[in-house]
C-alpha cells in the first residue's frame, strides 16, 4: 500500500497507544540533554586547541552547518514518519534497512555500558569533593587509590568505589525507563538540564574572573591559521560534531518517533544544534580559564600542562584546578555535580533508543524491556569497565566504537535514504509540511554526496591509523579483543537481531503519516510500506 492509497491518517493498530512529548518544549530539552554530555566538556576545549584555537571555529561550524544539523534533520525525519525506534523505523523506511537500526542499536548499547561507569566516577568525585580526598597528586590518586588500575588485560577484580555509585546509576536508569517516556526521561531533563545550565555557567563565572584566566583564553581562542590546511583538523571538527550531537547511532531516530504528528521538526532541531555548539563553547571558556588559572598557580606557560582532554582533564587535571580555588569543595561538588547531570541525561537518551528497539521486535511491555535491557547492560558495565583494566578497556572500545562504529551509521545511513531506498524527497516533503524551516533542495545533495563522502574519507584515514600505528602503544592483542572486537560485535548483533523474527510492532497495516496538508506528491506516491 501506498502513503497516497492510505486510507486514513492515523496509524492503526499497536501504534494508537505509543507515547508523545508532553511539549515541543519537553522533547527540545531532552534532545539538548542527550547532545550535551560529557564530550562537551572533555573532549572540545581540547579538540579546539589542538585544530588551531580560534581558526578551528571554522572548520567546526561548516561541519555543523554541512553534517551536524542536515543528518539530525535526517534522524527527525525517518523517526517522526516512521514513529519508530530506529531497527523498525528503518524496517518501515526500507524493509532490507533493519540491519543498519539493530547496528545503531548495539552502538547504544556498547557506549551505555562503560558510559555509566564513567558517571560513577563522578558521583564519587562529587563526594570527594568535600574533602579534597585526591590530596596533593590527583593523578595518582585516581589512576592508583582509586581506580587501582593494573596492566593491559582482562580483570575480573572489581573495584568497589566504582562499584557502590555504579549500582545507584544503573537503578536510576531502569526506573526512568521503566516511568516512559513523558514521566521519566521528559522530566528528568525539565529538571536536569537547567541545573546543569545553572551550575556549570556559575562555574565558568568563577572560573573567567580567577588569576591567569586570560591566559587560558588566549591560547584557546588565538588563531592559528596554518592548521586549516591539516585534513586531520578538519577531521577532528567533524569527529566532535558527531560524537556531541547524538546523531547517527539511532538517539534521535527514537526522540522524534514520540513526537506528536503535528510538530516542528526542523525549527527545533535548530535550536539543538546551535545549544549544543553554545554549550561547549561554554565549556571552552571555562575548562580554559581554570586551565590558565593552574597554569599561573603553578609557575608554568599554558603549554606545558598536559591531560587536557578526556577523563585525565576531568579527573587528574580539574582535581589540581579545584585544590587551588578558593572555594574549592564548594567548586568541586559544581564540577563533578555538572559532570554527572550531563552524563545521566545523554546515558538515559542511549539507553531508551536500546530498551524501545526490543519493546517492539519482540513485543515486550516497557516495564520488561527496561529492566532486561538495563540488567544486561549493567552486568557489562561491571564485568569490563568497572574492574582494575575498566580505564584502559573503555578508553579503547570507545575510540572504535564512535570513530569507526557512528561514523559507518552516518555513512549507511545517507546512502540508503538518497542513494538506495530513494526515501530522501519524501522525508524532505514530510519535514517541509509539519516545520516553520522548509528544507530547500540543498539538503539532498548534502546528504547524499558531501556528507558521506567526506566521512568516507574520515573513516578511511581513521582506520589506516590504527592498522598502521596501533592504539596508545596497547598490545596488538589488546586492541584486536577490545578495538576490533567491539567492532566487529557491531556488525554480529545486527546481523542476528536482524534475522531474529519480528513478535511485535511490525504491523502490516502501519501507515507512514502523510504529508500534511497537502495532496499526494510524486515523490510520495512512489513510496511503499515495505
Keep these: ?138 593523578d595518582e590518586f585516581f589512576t592508583g587509590d582509586y581506580l587501582r588500575v593494573g596492566e593491559a588485560g582482562v580483570s575480573g577484580e572489581l573495584v568497589g568505589t566504582v562499584a ?63 592548521k586549516l590546511s591539516d585534513l586531520n583538523v578538519w577531521i577532528a571538527a567533524y569527529s566532535q560534531i558527531f560524537f556531541s550531537m547524538s546523531i547517527a547511532f539511532g538517539i534521535m531516530i527514537s526522540y522524534a518517533s514520540f513526537q506528536k504528528r503535528k510538530s516542528n521538526m526542523t525549527s527545533s532541531g535548530l535550536v539543538v544544534g546551535f545549544a549544543n555548539s553554545s554549550f561547549e563553547l561554554l565549556a571552552g571558556i571555562g575548562v580554559f580559564s ?13 603549554e606545558q600542562l598536559d591531560g587536557l582532554t578526556g577523563p585525565i ?29 550531563a552524563g545521566f541525561t545523554s546515558l538515559i537518551s542511549l539507553m531508551l533508543g536500546v530498551s524501545v528497539a526490543f519493546q517492539e521486535k519482540f513485543g515486550l511491555s516497557r516495564t520488561s524491556a527496561s529492566v532486561t535491557v538495563g540488567v544486561v547492560a549493567a552486568i557489562v558495565s561491571f564485568g569490563l569497565f568497572a574492574t582494575t583494566t575498566g580505564l584502559l578497556a573503555l578508553d579503547t572500545v570507545d575510540q572504535f566504537a564512535n570513530n569507526i562504529g557512528i561514523v559507518v551509521s552516518a555513512i549507511a545511513m545517507c546512502v540508503i535514504a538518497v542513494w538506495v531506498a530513494r526515501t ?59 578495538g576490533w572486537g567491539t567492532v566487529g560485535f557491531l556488525f554480529v548483533f545486527a546481523a542476528v537481531l536482524t534475522a531474529v523474527g519480528w513478535k511485535g510492532r511490525d504491523d502490516p497495516s502501519f501507515t507512514p503519516w502523510p504529508i500534511v496538508g497537502s495532496g499526494p506528491s510524486s515523490a510520495e506516491s512512489k513510496e511503499s510500506v515495505r
Design 1 to 138: 500500500m501506498t502513503a497516497a492509497q492510505s486510507p486514513a491518517p492515523q496509524a492503526r493498530g499497536p501504534q494508537q497507544g505509543r507515547e508523545t512529548w508532553t511539549s515541543n518544549r519537553g522533547f527540545i530539552l531532552a534532545a539538548i540533554g542527550s547532545a550535551v554530555g560529557l564530550g562537551n566538556i572533555w573532549r572540545f576545549p581540547g579538540v579546539a586547541y589542538e585544530g588551531g584555537g580560534g581558526a578551528f571555529l571554522i572548520p567546526y561550524l561548516i561541519a555543523l552547518v554541512t553534517a551536524g544539523i542536515p543528518i539530525l534533520f535526517l534522524d527527525y525525519a525517518v523517526g517522526h514518519r516512521f514513529r519508530a525506534a530506529a531497527p523498525l523505523a528503518f524496517r518501515r523506511m526500507w524493509r532490507r534497512a533493519e540491519a543498519l537500526g539493530w547496528f545503531q542499536t548495539a552502538i547504544l548499547f556498547v557506549i551505555s555500558t562503560y558510559y555509566a561507569v564513567i558517571i560513577a566516577w563522578s558521583l564519587s568525585y562529587f563526594y570527594y569533593s568535600f574533602g579534597t580526598k585526591w590530596g596533593e597528586r590527583p
Design 164 to 226: 557502590w555509585p555504579l549500582i545507584g546509576v544503573w537503578a536510576l536508569i531502569i526506573v526512568i525507563l521503566a516511568l516512559g517516556v513523558a514521566k521519566g526521561v521528559e522530566k528528568l531533563n525539565v529538571i536536569g538540564l537547567p541545573l546543569l545550565v545553572l551550575g556549570f555557567a556559575a562555574l565558568v563565572i568563577k572560573a573567567v574572573t580567577l588569576p591567569g584566566a586570560s591566559d587560558g583564553l588566549n591560547a584557546l581562542f588565538t588563531p592559528q591559521w596554518d
Design 290 to 302: 581554570a586551565l590558565g588559572f593552574l597554569a599561573h598557580e603553578q609557575g608554568k606557560t599554558y
Design 313 to 341: 582533564l576531568s579527573f587528574v587535571t580539574f582535581p589540581r584546578v579545584i585544590s587551588e580555588m578558593p572555594g574549592s569543595a564548594f567548586f568541586g561538588a559544581l564540577f563533578f555535580g555538572s559532570l554527572a547531570i
Design 424 to 482: 530522501i524527497e519524501t522525508l524532505r516533503a514530510h519535514l517541509n509540511a509539519v516545520s516553520t524551516f522548509k528544507l530547500g533542495w540543498w539538503w539532498v545533495p548534502v546528504i547524499g554526496v558531501y556528507a558521506p563522502l567526506f566521512l568516507t574519507v574520515m573513516l578511511v584515514q581513521k582506520i589506516y591509523d590504527l592498522i598502521v600505528d596501533g592504539y596508545e602503544d596497547l598490545p596488538t592483542w589488546y586492541v584486536g579483543v577490545f
